[in-house]
């Protein structure tokens, strides 16, 4: 039996993913210090987000890991949500950031590896201000191939994707904790914009714009169950670390590295089989609507 432990942070090149994942960006302003135009904070919407669909009763489990390998192997759209939770002075600060993906599971010498590339991300927030990750920021996040674990547990078939550690925004050895020198000299421009690091740009408001540029590890796993549908269905573990830079405004350049919220019904990963001919980010943004459910809202 397997035991992901959520209300602690596990170290290590086993510890959320992406997710990536990762992945992402919460660099939430400070800027209900100085500014009383801040609104009400939203509670967190209900735990689960999805509920997980049931399985046809006439399907047939594998029999083995050999034959759970061989049907979890394919190309799969990839949508994961990981939910972030701070502290401001207009109240708690709840947001999610919703990953588009794909991921491959292939069986290479005997053993299930998954890859991963990201597409979008999608910052939302309980408070009034918008956050924008580029796509060629999150593009460049490229999690390297990882062997995952395919095992059999209370009657049904699972897959643990440890971390893998993925630097954006600086190099270095991703196995080390992130520096938090914001004058290294191993950062670097990784969505070309010509600014350190990768750039995030705010919306304060409605009307105060500004850009923050951040660093990020990204520390991710996934814990996913296999349906009859042929579908993946779990939740993220994240442990990512993110080192704020610099940015246009004096209001949003400050300390941000806040923590995932410790309840897997709010941080679903899906992975949804598709066609290989289903291979770009925009033929995958395209058919959105008919793989994934709506995006949470607060």
Not at 2 to 25: A, C, D, I, K
Not at 67 to 72: I, Q, R, S, V
Not at 98 to 109: A, K, N, P, R
């Amino acid at each position: 039996m397997r035991t992901r432990v959520w209300n602690e942070r596990t170290r290590g090149g086993h510890q959320r993913l992406l997710t990536l994942w990762s992945p992402l960006v919460t660099a939430a302003p400070a800027g209900c210090l100085l500014l009383c135009a801040c609104s009400r904070a939203l509670p967190w919407p209900e735990s689960p987000l999805y509920e997980a669909p049931t399985n046809d009763p006439n399907w047939v489990q594998p029999a083995s890991r050999e034959e759970a390998m061989t049907a979890m192997a394919g190309h799969y759209a990839h949508y994961d949500i990981v939910a972030y939770e701070g502290e401001t002075a207009n109240g708690p600060l709840s947001s999610f950031v919703v990953s588009y993906g794909y991921t491959d599971l292939i069986i290479e010498d005997g053993e299930l590896v998954a890859y991963d590339r990201f597409c979008r991300a999608n910052y939302i927030a309980n408070q009034n201000f918008d956050t924008i990750f580029s796509d060629a920021a999150t593009q460049a996040i490229q999690p390297p191939g990882v062997i995952v674990d395919v095992y059999e547990e209370d009657g049904v078939w699972k897959l643990w994707r440890p971390a893998t550690p993925t630097l954006n925004g600086i190099d270095g050895d991703p196995n080390v904790p992130l520096s938090m020198d914001r004058n290294d000299p191993l950062i670097r421009d990784d969505d070309n914009d010509g600014k350190p690091g990768v750039t995030v740009s705010v919306i304060l408001f409605g009307f105060i714009r500004g850009e923050i540029y951040i660093a990020r590890r990204e520390i991710f796993a996934n814990e996913m169950t296999l349906y009859s549908d042929g579908s993946l269905r779990g939740s993220v573990i994240d442990d990512s670390e993110q080192l704020v830079i610099g940015a246009s405004l004096p209001i949003l350049d400050t300390p941000s590295n806040p923590p995932q919220r410790r309840d897997p019904g709010l941080n679903p990963i899906l992975l949804i089989p598709v066609s290989e001919n289903v291979d770009t980010c925009e033929e995958l943004l395209a058919i959105r609507d008919s793989l994934f459910p709506p995006e949470p809202e607060f």
